[in-house]
Structure formats: C-alpha cells, structure tokens
T-cell receptor
Framework: GAVVSQHPSWVICKSGTSVKIECRSL??????MFWYRQFPKQSLMLMAT?????????EQGVEKDKFLINHASLTLSTLTVTSAHPEDSSFYIC????????????FGSGTRLTVV | RKEVEQDPGPFNVPEGATVAFNCTYS??????FFWYRQDCRKEPKLLMS???SGNEDGRFTAQLNRASQYISLLIRDSKLSDSATYLC????????????FGGGTRLMVKP
C-alpha cells in the first residue's frame, strides 16, 4: 500500500529556533498533502493544505509566516516551524492521498515537537 | 457546534464485551465517512469506510444514517488490543477534499 514517510519522529529545540519537518510519499505521487497538528487529548486539526507547485492554503487562525510550507515536488512537502515557542509543542502529522475518491489517505508517522 | 462530534469517553469495557460508538456530523453535504483508529502517540490508521448500507469487517460493523447525520461503530467480542482512540472522520466530497476529524472516543478494554 501507499507509504508516507515523515521525519523527524521527534525533535526538541530551543525557543526561537526553527524546525523543519519532511513528509515524503514513497511510492506514489501526491499533488496534495495535508498538515495536521494534534495537542494532547485532542483530535487532529488541519493546519494547511499543501499543493505541489503552488502556495499552500492555510486554515483560519494558522499563521502562514510562522508555519512555512513548501511542496516543491510531487513526493515531498515540508513544514517549517519558524521561531518556535513552547506553545508550538505538539504532534504534527502529514497526510497524502493517492488517487481519487474518498479513500486512500495515508498518514505519516508524525513528529513530536517539544520546544524548551 | 463542532463539525464532527463524538463522546470522548473513556469507555471502559471487559474483554469480550460489545461496545458501540456514535458520531454526529453537522454538514449535510458530507459525502465520505470513515472510522480511524489512533494509538497513543501514533498516527491515525484507517479502520473502515462507512456506507449507508452498512458494512462489516470481522468484529467491526459500521453504519451510516444520513437522515439523522450520524455514524456508528460496533465492536463485538472486544480484545485488549482494541484499546485505542477511535476517530470519526468525514469529507465534504470525493474529489480529494480534506478529512475533518471528530475529537475521538477512547476505548479501554480490561482483562
């Protein structure tokens, strides 16, 4: 089946630094990838939709200048958390979709970010 | 009102029990429906799609009621390994639109 690889799995960084998270579709091309954030005991909240070759679409309340998304190829999307603060500590998960129809969403294994 | 609502639980049940979860969605234009399972600190994984005609996969049965805008998941003969959070998920259309997640229902199966 389709596989989405997400790296790193976990990262600890200091306040004020930037962290890049990569999401790769390994055996399929993904023109669209989704980035979610999940705080403890809460569900996944969509942050942005990443479109290959164009600007990402951000959900209301998500700062596009803080969460930079680049989707330069059909198999790679990156999320950069700039000037991270402790409140950015969360579980970030990407998702890609193979083909059309309602099924076929595959999730990366997630990145646990801790900002100290 | 949230777009997709679930009872957060936790549902604490003994092994072998039958347990049912419900989920309601607010947008009547929703077209695709799923149940995902998420283990602690892991990514969600598709459990099953949900159809109006109902579908069954082993011990799991999912049902969709479009008129009442709710989705159900029934787990029979619960196993310890069924302990997880179950996420109700909908999409607005089948053309690659985003998944909208419910808050999840936590299930704990006890020996």
């Amino acid at each position: 089946g389709a596989v989405v690889s997400q790296h790193p799995s976990w990262v600890i960084c200091k306040s004020g630094t930037s962290v890049k998270i990569e999401c790769r579709s390994l055996d399929f091309q993904a023109t669209t990838m989704f980035w979610y954030r999940q705080f403890p005991k809460q569900s996944l909240m969509l942050m942005a939709t990443s479109n290959e070759g164009s600007k990402a679409t951000y959900e209301q309340g998500v700062e596009k200048d803080k969460f930079l998304i680049n989707h330069a190829s059909l198999t790679l999307s990156t999320l950069t958390v700039t000037s991270a603060h402790p409140e950015d500590s969360s579980f970030y998960i990407c998702s890609a979709r193979e083909g059309t129809g309602g099924v076929g969403y595959t999730f990366g294994s997630g990145t646990r970010l801790t900002v100290v | 009102r949230k777009e997709v609502e679930q009872d957060p639980g936790p549902f604490n049940v003994p092994e072998g029990a039958t347990v049912a979860f419900n989920c309601t969605y607010s947008n009547s234009a929703s077209q695709s429906f799923f149940w995902y399972r998420q283990d602690c600190r892991k990514e969600p994984k598709l459990l099953m799609s949900v159809y109006s005609s109902g579908n069954e996969d082993g011990r799991f049965t999912a049902q969709l009621n479009r008129a009442s805008q709710y989705i159900s998941l029934l787990i029979r003969d619960s196993k310890l390994s069924d302990s997880a959070t179950y996420l109700c998920v909908v999409t607005l259309n089948n053309a690659g639109n985003m998944l909208t997640f419910g808050g999840g229902t936590r299930l704990m199966v006890k020996p």
